[in-house]
């Protein structure tokens, strides 16, 4: 009698991340620091044992026409190059290998109109 045994080599913490490797929705996207011309931000990263990217997507509103940022391999990102007084939106996704997550929930943040900086 012949016996096939498969053994399943799973996340230490979960199965979902056998069931579902696509990272989870970074979390907490806040601003970091803003000006005329820049804005900086910062999310807190999945809890997720592969690593993971970071797709930043941000554009001026109310265009649903995206940005997209290059892929930040950290927890900041600084957006250059923007128009003052505007207001922009960021969205936020993790990636792995095995695909991307779903976008998290809005920030809309608005340029400075003056040459301080927050």
Not at 72 to 88: D, I, R, S, V
């Amino acid at each position: 009698m012949l016996m096939l045994i498969v053994i399943l080599v799973c996340c230490d913490r979960a199965l979902s991340c056998c069931l579902d490797p696509v990272p989870p929705t970074p979390s907490n996207l806040q601003l970091l620091l803003r000006n005329q011309t820049s804005i900086a931000i910062g999310w807190d990263s999945p809890d997720f044992d592969i690593p993971v990217k970071f797709n930043i997507y941000y554009g001026i509103t109310p265009s649903t026409n995206y940005k997209t940022s290059v892929t930040a391999p950290g927890k900041m990102f600084k957006a250059n190059g923007l128009k003052a007084g505007t207001e922009y939106k960021f969205q936020l996704s993790a990636s792995s290998a095995d695909g991307e997550s779903q976008l998290g929930d809005p920030l809309f943040i608005r340029t400075l109109t003056d040459q301080k900086t927050e």
